[in-house]
Structures are given as structure tokens and as C-alpha cells.
């Protein structure tokens, strides 16, 4: 087969769409194929680099297709580039004839010639290994609290969208929670970075009266999960009061976060009302290649990885990808 590999072009969109729709209705088949809309999501982030948009092309027809997004991360408390794989696909009856491969190993050249230090993919826990990928490399929830929110005063409390101007708060504060994390990644700088892209999920500003509390991004279904929560002072507490009573109409539960034990600890200041467990959600599905091989603090976290679960960095993924939830 002579295939050509290329980056994609605005004529390639509705190409790329159907072969995401016809290559994953195999894998999930139900109504809602949630790829084609990541795709064209993730074409409008801010760090969207067209030359990781990749295409296989045999005799004129797109038989393939890759995307990488670029964004900001923290490892080891080093800032570094890295990217997410999402997705892969090959045409149904064109798979296991070495597109995929082709497909990424093209993508791994381009991703080290632009300075990106690791790819993060959550997929096929037998496949992406051949590529040099590890397994069970990152965690998606990293602490388990129980509250009980009763004497908890939520009446002045109001929950408001997250807009440009709370961007340089946000920012500020996440890098005071987040630089000295193990494994976590930077959203960007501007809006469409923040904002939630799935109705079952929720990004907010939280206020009581006019000053405010702080930023939280969860999913609005119970029990109660937090992909990221910034606070002013300690009012962590109040913002998941809030949630908690008017969102769920519960005094006492259960709240899963995004976050590790050590971010926890300290965005909630050790309160004594709350009882803070660590609960490590990861699997082989959640996979790290080094694409920097010169730097060796990304080998360092990988074998401290391998050797338990607590040394894993806990992800949130951009909020392109909750459609996908």
C-alpha cells in the first residue's frame, strides 16, 4: 500500500468526522459516538498545532487519523510540555496493516521536534505499549472526603460562570496549588480552556454575597466528583457546603477530587470536620511515553511509578474531553 502521511487541511474536517464515527462504532456501540466532537473541540484550544493533526491518505481517500494536543504540564515540579493522544483511528477494513503504527511514529518525530517531553494517552492497554508507552502511568482521582455540611451556612452563596476576567485569579491560584505536583496539567490562559464543554459537568465561580470563594470544576451528578477546586483562604469547605446542599440536597456524603493527598490536605488546611482518605483511581489503561529521552527526571518518575501507586501524579483532563464522560 503506498500511503501517504500528512498534516490535515480545513477540507479534511468532514472526512476526519465520519472515519472517527465509522472506525469507533465497533468499539463503543452505542448511539452517541463522542470522537468526531472531541476532534473538532480540540481544533479550537489555544495550544491546536495543525502539524499533530495527522492524516493517512491512500489513493486520495483519508484512511487515518491522529491528534495530539499540546498542553502545559508540571512533573516532578518541572515544567515541561506534554501532550494527550485522542484519538486514533483507522478505517475498519483497512486496520492491522500498519496505519496506526505509521501514524504514530510519525507523530512521536514531530511531537520531539516541537519540544514536548511526554504523550499521554488513555487507550488499549496491549496496543499503545509496542510504541513505547508505559501502563498505568497517571491517576484520575487521588483522595476520597467525607463531610458532613448541616451547620454549614450556604444561604448568601451563589454559583456564577467562569468568565475572562477571573482568568488571572485562576491562574495565580492554580499555580500556587499545583507547582509542586508530581504529574498535573495546565488548561491555558484563555476562556475556552476552562469553561465545561458537557452539560453534566460544571465550571463556576463561587461567591458569597460579592466576595469570592474560589473556582471548582465537577460533575453535577452524585455522588459528587471534583476535577479541580481553587480557594481564597479556607473556603474550600463552603464551596463543597454549597454543592453538596443546593446541587444535591445533602448534608453529609461522600466527595471524590481530582487531587492529590498532599493538595487536599492543604486546600481544606487540615479541618478536623472533614475526614480525608486516599483513594488512588488508576488502571493500565492510562499511559505515558517519554518523547524527551534527554531528560532524565521523566525516567525518574516512571520508575518511581512502576513501584506504587501512591507515586503516581494525579490528571485532569482538559474540559474538551468531559463530553466524553
Known sequence: MNINIRSEKPEDYNKIANL???????WHPND????????????HSQYYDKDLSIVAELDGQIVGHALFSIFPMVIMKQKILGAYLAPLCVETNLQKEGIGSMLLNEAHKILQKKGVSIALVCGH???????????????????????????IDTDEILEKPVKSTDLDWIKKHWESVHKDDRLATYLGDTISQWFNYSPIY??????EGKKLLGYIRYRNTYPLEVKEILAEDNNA??????????????????????????NTLMIFDNN???????????????MMKVIDNENKLLEQYIQEAKTSDNNLGVITFPSMFDIDD
Open 237 to 262: 469547605e463552603k464551596i463543597i457546603s454549597y454543592i453538596m446542599k443546593n446541587k444535591f440536597k445533602r448534608t453529609n456524603g461522600e466527595v471524590i477530587l481530582s487531587l492529590p493527598l498532599k
Open 272 to 286: 478536623e470536620n472533614i475526614c480525608v482518605e486516599e483513594k488512588i483511581r488508576t488502571s493500565d489503561y492510562l
Open 202 to 207: 460544571r465550571s463556576s465561580m463561587i461567591y
Open 125 to 151: 492497554k496491549d496496543y499503545y505499549p509496542k510504541f513505547g508507552y508505559e501502563n498505568k502511568m497517571f491517576a484520575l482521582s487521588g483522595t476520597k472526603i467525607t463531610l458532613n455540611v448541616e451547620k
Open 32 to 43: 452517541y459516538k463522542s470522537e468526531p466532537l472531541t476532534v473538532s473541540l480540540l481544533r
Open 20 to 26: 472517527n464515527y465509522n472506525s469507533f462504532c465497533d
